[in-house]
């Protein structure tokens, strides 16, 4: 286990912290299911509701499975479980635009891979950082992790507000996962 000034100085804290980083941003793009089944599906306030329930549906049962996968695969298999669900479930939301039904299994798959934030990148973080000061580590990384993406959050309304569409918001969230996945794995190598 490092200490606090021993991982602060370890680089690869910084790109374990990176990868956290992107996956606070990604994160947020779910929230945006909503809107984009009333808005640009031009669905009824209902519908966008239900698709609410289905993402957090897939995020309460991505919990479960991202500990089970974690515990008996690694913390790789962890971020490759996140890459890959996120990844599927956006491209599936592309069909959507064709008949709107599939942004109910589209958004439950991508809140599959949604925990990665919140489980993952701790456990990535532990792991880079050993036991010994986690927490305090944890803590100071957490801080920049929220404000990042919690700050940039409304900036994903952008993608709607100026082209008209939240497909640059899912390839957006699609690219910043598969990116924060690489950097983790290669910071837990």
């Not at 709607?160 to 390839?171: E, H, N, P, Q, T």
Request: hydrophobic share 50%; proline share 3%.
């Amino acid at each position: 286990g490092l200490t606090k000034k021993e991982a602060f100085r370890l680089p690869l804290l910084y790109v374990a912290w990176m990868a956290c980083v992107l996956f606070s941003y990604g994160s947020g793009v779910a929230g945006y299911a909503t809107p984009f089944a009333t808005m640009e599906l031009g669905q009824s306030i209902n519908f966008g509701a239900a698709v609410g329930v289905c993402s957090s549906a897939g995020s309460i049962l991505s919990s479960l499975i991202v500990g089970k996968i974690n515990d008996r695969f690694g913390v790789k298999a962890g971020l490759t479980w996140g890459m890959v669900t996120t990844g599927a479930g956006y491209l599936l939301m592309m069909a959507s635009y064709t008949n709107p039904f599939w942004v109910f299994p589209s958004i439950f798959i991508v809140g599959l891979g949604n925990t990665m934030y919140m489980v993952q990148c701790p456990l990535m973080a532990r792991k880079v950082v050993g036991m010994k000061h986690y927490a305090e580590i944890w803590a100071r990384m957490m801080v920049v992790n929220s404000l990042v993406g919690g700050g940039l959050y409304s900036s994903i309304g952008l993608f709607y507000d100026k082209l008209g569409s939240y497909r640059g918001a899912f390839i957006m969230a699609i690219g910043l996962y598969l990116v924060g996945g690489l950097l983790g794995c290669t910071a837990i190598s």
